[in-house]
């Protein structure tokens, strides 16, 4: 697990706040992985299908980004 120490606004505070309430979560930290796991389902899936695809630990042989990116179209 990977630890970080993060600066939000006041308002970003109360919206953990409310979720973490909401999903009747214990901790802030449950509801930033709530809220992260929606925005990834919503709005990351054609980003992060190629890369589920090739494997995190996959090496890819490229020359340079356009050869990358014709790798990740496939």
């Known amino acids: 697990m ?6 939000i606004s ?3 505070n109360r ?9 009747g979560l214990k901790n802030k930290n449950q509801a ?4 992260i796991q929606t925005y990834e389902q919503n ?5 992060l299908r190629p890369l ?6 996959s090496k890819i042989p490229v ?5 990358l990116r014709e790798v990740i179209k496939e």
């Open 32 to 35: 930033l992985g709530l809220i």
């Open 15 to 23: 919206i953990v706040n409310i979720v973490k309430a909401k999903y």
């Open 63 to 67: 020359k340079d980004i356009n050869e």
């Open 43 to 47: 709005f990351l899936p054609d980003v």
């Open 52 to 57: 589920e695809k090739t494997g995190r630990n």
């Open 10 to 12: 006041e308002r970003e």
């Open 2 to 7: 990977v630890q970080n120490i993060i600066k």
